[in-house]
């Protein structure tokens, strides 16, 4: 798959800009350099020492590290050291330079959103850097915040660190900050809520709550968790999803650790903010947490661009274990034989702070070298629920275990986990691999199938007076029941389903016992409505074809991707960990969405070319009811509804094989739980 963000801007523009920019100047920012002959000198940023071996050349335009090899130009160092992409590291550099950066591949409309949204973006952060300021200095006048602060170990030197806040009790303490307080911008930010009952109320979001801003990777403030002094719900309020906001590509304190994830030579993920507070107090600043969602593989991948060992700090309890199920999936496709991916277990009654402070920093340190590694958490997350002491139980650990494993990258590490996975499947490896490969080929060629016929239908809309409905010629009548043009779709009878968009069928299989009624549709004239004529000969009835709802969501993503705008991580996270080809479809539409905000379908056909995926969409989005159009209200709440039933089918599929397990406490307890949510979601989609 070509890298778009490189080929879009034109090599000419990369070297102007090269040309016009001083790496001294980009390496100083972050490098104390003095004067070293023809060259300057400092201390390396990406691994630890004491005698300067880092040298940056003014006339080479050029800086090198004699002690790791690290080496570039100033676009190479603000990649390496800050962790940007390609297409962040020129933009950065251009804006310090006042130059626009073209962009080949992009209509002049494109390039005008794109600056648009550039300009609010900074707007944006501007907001929050300036309610963070006010945010510090009524930290500072707050006894209140300042003594549990002290009572959790935290200097004012680690506050000061990470720029800690408080956030008064007032209901509008912002106003005082912002004048405009009425400015949509506020809202927008995240700082500023508006009531929805018509009248327009404004009020804080957060209030009474030690703030901790969270910065991107540049240091710009971004968004705020706010945490209450006692045990109220929620104990941590984080900033929405804003244009400057997903909690599902940022990692809280990842710009503090940046440094300290290359001397320590790992990154520490952990569940929490002041985990991460707490931890650069204790010894390890090497720490960052997620946002109050699951680790996904936007955050891995961030990750593995400061280091090539993450170890994920979960607690004992079922929580922290699902927490870390969710990671390991986030995980597995970079998980490559020149990386470490470990899963750190702490006793249930701690989490890592209070980890260290009863047992010393020498003890977390040793837990962390030996914590879990990935290749056997893998294993114990396919065993789970699993008697291996039965033909039944290795079978089902083994169907468990495919999709993880073709997951992993090839290489050697995943080719020891197919030996140690048929070991314990009491299989020889190549006979599973051609099991697998067999029941692999059998799943694409039924979703292949599936995404033929998808491109040949359209989506189901509810039938017009004045115009016939899609397949009309075959539509049943039962007994003297009205005709299309009631008040429903279509009449039913009691445990009837209509699964596809053609004819409905029996619950019993075979016929549905309808009779055909015979006639044509004639469109209303002079006000008068449509309405069924005598004809003598009927048609045959139209095949129908079957539409599964991961299709459907599919093209409602394809061809409105500003919906998702609206998703939560958990919601782009379902999509993605369906099989193939839906899962590998929704996660690249999502990884264009975070890359290059929302495109038209003309605009993602160019960027899919070579990819897996581009047969599959390109059927799907075949046919002239295939790009969906209609009220935008309309389509976002049929994409929400296709959501939700895609989940009630996973929860449903589970415990219809928890239920043989009804005798396990732990597979008892998922039951429950997934019953209370499929009850809550069943009433969601019924409504």
């Not at 199938?449 to 989506?459: I, L, M, N, V, Y």
């Not at 895609?646 to 415990?655: F, K, R």
């Not at 499929?678 to 019924?686: A, E, F, P, S, T």
Request: glycine residues 10%; aromatic residues 8%; proline residues 6%.
């Amino acid at each position: 798959m070509r890298d778009n963000s490189r080929v879009s801007i034109p090599q000419s523009f990369i070297q102007e800009l090269l040309s016009r920019v001083d790496v001294v100047d980009v390496v100083g920012r972050y490098v104390q350099l003095k004067k070293g002959g023809a060259n300057l000198m400092g201390l390396c940023p990406f691994h630890g020492e004491k005698s300067p071996s880092f040298s940056v050349s003014p006339s080479k335009q050029f800086y090198h590290c004699f002690g790791c090899g690290k080496n570039g130009n100033a676009i190479g160092f603000l990649m390496d050291h800050t962790g940007m992409g390609f297409r962040e590291a020129v933009t950065d550099l251009a804006q310090s330079v006042g130059l626009p950066v073209p962009e080949d591949d992009v209509s002049p409309q494109q390039r005008e959103r794109a600056a648009q949204a550039r300009e609010k973006q900074a707007s944006l952060t501007d907001l929050l850097e300036k309610a963070g300021d006010a945010y510090r200095k009524q930290l500072s006048q707050s006894p209140k915040a300042i003594a549990y602060l002290k009572g959790r170990g935290v200097s004012g030197v680690t506050a000061k660190r990470f720029g800690l806040g408080y956030a008064p009790e007032g209901w509008r303490s912002l106003a005082s900050i912002f004048p405009a307080y009425d400015d949509a911008k506020l809202v927008e930010s995240g700082l500023v809520i508006e009531s929805d009952d018509g009248e327009g109320k404004r009020y804080d979001r957060f209030r009474d709550r030690v703030m901790f801003p969270i910065r991107n990777i540049k240091g710009e403030c971004i968004g705020f968790g706010g945490r209450v002094f006692g045990d109220e719900k929620p104990k941590y309020l984080n900033s929405p999803e804003t244009p400057v906001f997903h909690k599902g590509r940022e990692l809280y304190g990842l710009f503090e650790a940046r440094t300290a994830i290359r001397e320590h030579g790992y990154v520490l993920v952990t569940e929490g903010y002041m985990d991460v507070v707490a931890l650069a107090q204790l010894g390890f600043p090497n720490a960052v947490a997620t946002l109050g969602t699951a680790c996904t593989p936007d955050h891995v991948h961030k990750l593995f661009r400061f280091t090539d060992t993450v170890v994920f700090s979960f607690d004992g309890d079922a929580a922290g274990r699902r927490a870390a199920r969710k990671a390991l999936d986030g995980a597995l496709a970079y998980a490559s034989d020149t990386r470490s991916i470990k899963f750190l277990f702490l006793p249930a009654e701690h989490d890592p702070d209070s980890f260290v402070r009863e047992y010393g920093a020498d003890a977390f340190a040793r837990h962390v070298h030996d914590a879990t590694p990935l290749s056997r958490f893998l294993l114990e997350a396919a065993s789970e629920l699993c008697d291996l002491g039965q033909a039944e139980g290795r079978a089902r650990m083994s169907s468990n275990a495919r999709p993880l494993w073709n997951l992993l990258p090839d290489g050697a590490l995943k080719r020891q986990l197919l030996g140690e996975i048929a070991d314990k499947a009491q299989l020889p490896a190549a006979e599973l691999e051609g099991l697998w490969q067999k029941t692999t080929a059998q799943e694409q060629a039924r979703q292949s199938g599936a995404g033929q016929a998808a491109a040949s239908s359209g989506p189901r809309h509810a039938p017009s007076w004045d115009a016939p409905p899609v397949g009309a010629d075959s539509m049943p009548a039962y007994g003297d029941a009205p005709p299309w043009g009631s008040d429903t779709a279509m009449d039913r009878y009691p445990g009837q389903r209509n699964d596809s968009f053609g004819e409905p069928r029996s619950a019993h299989g075979g016929g549905n016992g309808y009779t055909k009624r015979s006639g044509e549709w004639r469109p209303g004239q002079g006000g008068r409505k449509g309405g069924w004529q005598p004809r003598p000969e009927p048609q045959p009835p139209m095949p129908s074809v079957a539409v599964t709802r991961e299709d459907q969501a599919a093209r409602l993503l394809l061809s409105h991707m500003a919906f998702l705008e609206n998703f939560s991580p958990e919601d782009a996270a379902t999509l993605a960990q369906l099989p193939a080809p839906h899962g590998p479809l929704f996660a690249w539409v999502e990884q264009q969405f975070l890359a290059h905000g929302a495109q038209s379908w003309a605009v993602l056909r160019e960027h899919l070319r070579g990819h897996a995926v581009e047969a599959f969409a390109t059927a799907l989005m075949r046919g002239q009811h295939a790009q969906i159009d209609g009220p935008l209200d309309e389509i976002r709440a049929e994409l929400r509804d296709s959501l939700s039933r895609i989940v009630l089918d996973q929860l449903e599929e589970q415990n219809r094989q928890l239920v043989t397990q009804a005798s396990d406490p732990q597979a008892l307890r998922r039951y429950q739980s997934n019953f209370h949510r499929i009850g809550l979601l069943k009433r969601q989609v019924n409504k």
